[in-house]
Structure formats: structure tokens, C-alpha cells
């Protein structure tokens, strides 16, 4: 079995996305790691060169900068990537995603005992959205908790918008969500733990390929009550690049609920009176 993974990544260190880190979590157990590296205005392929583990393979590529519809730019970036992975499976870490040292080998097990189960065309991760500072995580049905990363490179895929993969049917011309087992492992999600300066510089680039006009983010202005404590351990990879604040993230208290944050309430006390579980997924669960 050949596990391989890949990623797409432009003006990284500009944006402040830990990509090194995020590399690096999954070296361990990856054949071969395809970093497709748009051309940037920063040091970010210095950068990944200097990781110097011969697992890694770089593409350059050139970004259709008036593609501005749908974010299909993101799209075409992760299949350039993906379309050069080798292996059996083909795991999509994006730069602010880190696996955890403690996780890889449930991880590589999950790979091996689906590898022969042609029903299972992707692996999905539960996920942890930190918020704010190192201590603090969002726990809502709008933030999704699932999310497929690893897909088999025999199955027809393509990403609408670089998000989430859509599969090809035998006839070609009808797209659906791929079909699903659970990893049993979590993806730790760092973006929103970026300062707001960073947030802002990359919201504002990222938010043109969606052609729409961006709105300077305030962390302070959520919902404090999604927001909850971590109590957990870090990857030891990413401990040196978080910040050090202590105690739970405060949000302002007085924040005016936007009409998607009632919403969300609204479906946290359906998730707790009925045992539900209502956030997005993008494929298929598969009953074990």
C-alpha cells in the first residue's frame, strides 16, 4: 500500500498559515507529499525547500487570477496537486491543518483496512476548529465536525471549490458526495488561531476568487456561547508556533447574534434535546 498526500499553497507566509507544520505532521507516514506551490510574493517555496525530506515534490504553478467565480480557482490548485499523487490513497492537508504524532497510526490502519473495500472511496476525520488562542474551540453545527481528507486515487474525482471532493457516476455526467469510513482520527484546525492582521490579509485575498468585496473580521464578534475550553494535548509540532495567552477565548459581550447565529443556536438545543448531530457533511457515511 502507497499512501500519498498533497496540498496547494500561495503567498503561505504572508498569510500566516503554519504549512510547514502542517507537512510535517503527516511525513511520517506518507510515500510521497505533492506540494503544488503557487507563484508567490513571499518566501514560501524557499521555505518548503528547506524542509529537505525527499518525500516532498514541489510543482510551481501559476494562478488564473480572473477566475473569480465560486472559488474554482481553489479547485483547479488542489486537483493540479492531487492529480500527480501516486499512491493507493491521496490525504489533502490544507496549511492550516495538523495531524496529531499520537494519530498516525490509526490513521495508516484506517487506510490498510479499507484499501480492498471498493465501497469506501474516501476516509473522513472528525475536526477541531480552535478560535481566538490555543484554548478555546468552536463547537456548532455551522462549523463543520467532519470533514473527508484521504480519497483513493482510482476513483474520478474533482472540488468545485477546493472545500470538498464531488465523485464522477459510471456515466460520467452525474457528480455526487464520495462514500465514507471514519479515520477514527481528528484533524486540528489552526487557521482561525492566526493573528486578526493575518486573518484579514488572507480573507481579503481569498474572498475575490468568491467575487465578493471583503469586511474586516473582529474575533471578539461571535457567539461566546459555541465557543468552548480545549483540555486537550497539541501536536508537538505546532506547540512552538501558537500563541501563548492563557484561559478561554472572550468574545464581546455585547455582540449582536446574526440571523445564521440564532439559526445555530437554534439547531445546538435539536443536537442536544435529540442526540442529533446536524452540522454539514460533504459525503456519504458508509454503515459499518
Given at each position: ?5 498533497f ?6 507566509s ?11 505532521s503527516?511525513?511520517?507516514i506518507v510515500?510521497e507529499f ?9 518566501d514560501t517555496l524557499?521555505r518548503i ?10 510543482i510551481e ?5 480572473k477566475m473569480?467565480v465560486?472559488?474554482?480557482?481553489y479547485?483547479?490548485q488542489?486537483?493540479i ?9 491521496a ?9 496529531h ?7 495508516v490502519?484506517?487506510?490498510r483496512?479499507?484499501l480492498?473495500?471498493e465501497r469506501?472511496?474516501?476516509l ?13 474551540y ?6 463543520y465536525?467532519q470533514a ?5 486515487t ?7 471549490d ?5 465523485v464522477l457516476t459510471d456515466r460520467?455526467k452525474?457528480?455526487?458526495?464520495p ?5 477514527g482520527?481528528?484533524i486540528?484546525?489552526?487557521g ?6 493575518e486573518?484579514?490579509?488572507k480573507l481579503e485575498n481569498v ?6 468585496n ?9 457567539d461566546?456561547?459555541?465557543?468552548r475550553?480545549f483540555?486537550g494535548?497539541?501536536?508537538?509540532i505546532?506547540?512552538?508556533w501558537?500563541p501563548k495567552e492563557?484561559?478561554i ?5 455585547d455582540?449582536k ?7 445555530h443556536?437554534?439547531m445546538?438545543h435539536?443536537?442536544?434535546?435529540f442526540g442529533m448531530?446536524?452540522s ?9
Amino acid at each position: 500500500m502507497k499512501i500519498s498526500a498533497f496540498t496547494f499553497i500561495r503567498n503561505g507566509s504572508i498569510f500566516g498559515f503554519p504549512f510547514r507544520e502542517s507537512i510535517c505532521s503527516v511525513l511520517p507516514i506518507v510515500d510521497e507529499f505533492v506540494v503544488n506551490v503557487g507563484v508567490s510574493d513571499d518566501d514560501t517555496l524557499e521555505r518548503i525547500k528547506q524542509i529537505g525530506d525527499p518525500k516532498i515534490r514541489i510543482i510551481e504553478s501559476h494562478w488564473n487570477d480572473k477566475m473569480r467565480v465560486g472559488g474554482y480557482v481553489y479547485g483547479q490548485q488542489k486537483m493540479i496537486a492531487q492529480f500527480n499523487c501516486t499512491g493507493d490513497w491521496a490525504f489533502y492537508l490544507e496549511g492550516d491543518e495538523i495531524v496529531h504524532e499520537n494519530e498516525l497510526d490509526k490513521i495508516v490502519d484506517a487506510c490498510r483496512r479499507n484499501l480492498h473495500d471498493e465501497r469506501v472511496e474516501v476516509l473522513a476525520f472528525d475536526y477541531i476548529h480552535f478560535y481566538g488562542n490555543a484554548n478555546s474551540y468552536l463547537d456548532s453545527p455551522g462549523w463543520y465536525r467532519q470533514a473527508a481528507r484521504i480519497i483513493r486515487t482510482s476513483v474520478r474525482s474533482y472540488a468545485p471549490d477546493g472545500l470538498f471532493w464531488h465523485v464522477l457516476t459510471d456515466r460520467s455526467k452525474v457528480s455526487r458526495y464520495p462514500r465514507a469510513a471514519n479515520t477514527g482520527a481528528t484533524i486540528y484546525h489552526y487557521g482561525w488561531v492566526r493573528s486578526e492582521e493575518e486573518m484579514n490579509r488572507k480573507l481579503e485575498n481569498v474572498e475575490k476568487y468568491w467575487n465578493k468585496n471583503h469586511r474586516r473580521l473582529d474575533y471578539s464578534e461571535i457567539d461566546q456561547k459555541i465557543i468552548r475550553e480545549f483540555t486537550g494535548s497539541h501536536p508537538e509540532i505546532i506547540r512552538e508556533w501558537l500563541p501563548k495567552e492563557k484561559g478561554i477565548f472572550i468574545a464581546n459581550p455585547d455582540h449582536k447574534l446574526t440571523p445564521r447565529e440564532k439559526k445555530h443556536r437554534l439547531m445546538l438545543h435539536v443536537e442536544r434535546w435529540f442526540g442529533m448531530e446536524l452540522s454539514k457533511k460533504h459525503f456519504i457515511p458508509l454503515k459499518s
